[in-house]
T-cell receptor, first 114, second 114 residues
Framework: AQSVAQPEDQVNVAEGNPLTVKCTYSVSGNPYLFWYVQYPNRGLQFLLKYITGDNLVKGSYGFEAEFNKSQTSFHLKKPSALVSDSALYFCAVRDGTGRRALTFGSGTRLQVQP | NAGVTQTPKFRVLKTGQSMTLLCAQDMNHEYMYWYRQDPGMGLRLIHYSVGEGTTAKGEVPDGYNVSRLKKQNFLLGLESAAPSQTSVYFC?????????????FGPGTRLLVL
């Protein structure tokens, strides 16, 4: 069975500093990996995905993620954090079967301080 | 283009009552999903559908039923609500085609079962 781990419940970073939100995964076969963001009382918004190709994936709002196959990681990064980036971030891996459902990590709350 | 919509936004039920949550998408997506979100647990798949007239169980299907009579709608039913079903419910949809499997989420339905 596939799984996703987000080892940090919360990440605190000062505005303007780089941020990293960690994610590791376990899946048989080729991984399809996703990052979503959730703002308070809102649904999940898609940020970026890795299917194949370049290990550095660029997404929405200046976010990017680095796929590392040997470390089975897919960390989310941003060079310069904004206060408005404060939200709950979820890493997910796609089901390799026909149902294509997502298995989510438990989420990491990002707090960007002014 | 409204994307994925969910009704109602919030509902309070008493134990044993029934209700139906409605999800609608206007993107002509083949796949539709129902997830529940509980604190510290990420999102978990309840049921899913790969097309009109077909449904299947996810990881946590007990106590729920679903129907997909029209391609654009996916209904989630609770026949006899229990306090353990207090949660936030999210609907999502995606295309069938490989490479376009990003799931798009609705805003959620917050359910409280007393």
């Amino acid at each position: 069975a596939q799984s996703v781990a987000q080892p940090e419940d919360q990440v605190n970073v000062a505005e303007g500093n780089p941020l990293t939100v960690k994610c590791t995964y376990s899946v048989s076969g080729n991984p399809y990996l996703f990052w979503y963001v959730q703002y308070p009382n809102r649904g999940l918004q898609f940020l970026l995905k890795y299917i194949t190709g370049d290990n550095l994936v660029k997404g929405s709002y200046g976010f990017e993620a680095e796929f590392n196959k040997s470390q089975t990681s897919f960390h989310l990064k941003k060079p310069s954090a904004l206060v408005s980036d404060s939200a709950l971030y979820f890493c997910a891996v796609r089901d390799g079967t026909g149902r294509r459902a997502l298995t989510f990590g438990s989420g990491t709350r990002l707090q960007v301080q002014p | 283009n409204a994307g994925v919509t969910q009704t109602p936004k919030f509902r309070v039920l008493k134990t044993g009552q029934s209700m139906t949550l409605l999800c609608a998408q206007d993107m002509n997506h083949e796949y539709m999903y129902w997830y529940r979100q509980d604190p510290g647990m990420g999102l978990r798949l309840i049921h899913y559908s790969v097309g009109e007239g077909t449904t299947a169980k996810g990881e946590v299907p007990d106590g729920y039923n679903v129907s997909r009579l029209k391609k654009q709608n996916f209904l989630l039913g609770l026949e006899s609500a229990a306090p353990s079903q207090t949660s936030v419910y999210f609907c999502a949809s995606s295309y069938l085609r490989e490479g376009q499997e990003t799931q798009y989420f609705g805003p959620g339905t917050r359910l409280l079962v007393l």
